[in-house]
């Protein structure tokens, strides 16, 4: 059963400043809420219909209080359109101190506002083998529910910190790491040799790249419209733009 103080809890957890206060995020969604239980975070509460709860019952032991609902009551604290059988409360984890080393490839989010593209970006990178992005302050937060839901999963497996962009390109000189960002007039990517050790910022949806980290991109990147005409949409959806980024630096690597 869900009580109706926790459903209010539950439905409080769409802010970002609830989510602080009670350090608690949302995961809903058998794979959302599986590949919670599977990882390091810390699941204080789980909920679940009884066919989920047999089905998974070697692996709901890792939430500290397990507890049969409803499909009716789990409708009643999701905040999905189509909620499925289960959803966790889990600990928010300790914010996470910067490296002093860079992956090969990472990505710095440079103000993403769509909770949607964030978690897309992060299922990209998981597929790609890009276990760290980087995001500036003003950047979606990666707790947001739309922000899990849109992950897939992937959430528990890539590290997101966020930074104001000067500590990430002092890093960056200090290993030899070159920043590289997307922009209209940059250079065309599938003709452009790519390095082994990268930065690529991304920009805002609306406004692009900020002129404070634009100051600090050494190398502009552009994605070519095929056919290149003025008719056509003005630019590509951030989270697609990730995914071809990735796929060009990929390119030719051995696994």
């Known amino acids: 059963m869900i009580s109706k103080n926790t459903i209010k809890l539950i439905k409080s957890l769409a ?19 599986l590949e919670v239980l599977d990882s390091s975070f810390q699941v204080p509460q789980l909920f679940g219909t009884e066919r989920f709860l047999q089905n998974n019952s070697g ?8 507890a049969e609902a409803s499909t009716d009551e789990i409708k009643k604290a999701s905040l999905l359109k189509s909620p499925q059988d289960c959803l966790a409360l889990c600990a928010l984890p300790k914010e996470n101190t910067i490296p002093p080393q860079l992956e090969s490839f990472t990505f710095y989010l440079d103000g993403i506002q769509d ?29 947001n529910p739309k922000v899990i839901q849109a992950s897939m999963g992937s959430f528990v497996r890539v590290k997101v910190f966020y930074t104001p962009f000067a500590q990430l390109a002092e890093i960056a000189a200090q290993t030899q790491t070159e920043i590289m960002g997307t922009f209209m007039d940059g250079e065309n990517i599938y003709n452009t ?12 949806e609306g406004k692009g790249v900020s002129t404070e980290v634009a100051a600090k991109v050494e190398r502009k990147l552009s994605i070519p419209r095929f056919p290149n005409e003025n008719d056509g949409p003005e630019s590509l959806n951030v989270g697609v733009t990730a995914a071809i980024i990735c796929s060009e630096f990929k390119r030719g690597k051995t696994f």
């Open 193 to 204: 040799p790519l390095p082994e050790k990268a930065v690529v910022v991304l920009g805002n």
């Open 59 to 66: 692996r709901i032991t890792k939430a500290n209080i397990v």
């Open 15 to 33: 802010h970002k400043k609830y989510r602080q206060k009670h350090q608690l995020f949302l995961v809903e969604g058998e794979k959302n809420v």
């Open 115 to 143: 909770p949607g593209n964030l978690g897309t970006i992060i299922r990209t990178c998981d597929w790609f083998g890009a276990k760290t992005i980087y995001c500036s302050p003003d950047t979606a937060d990666i707790y």
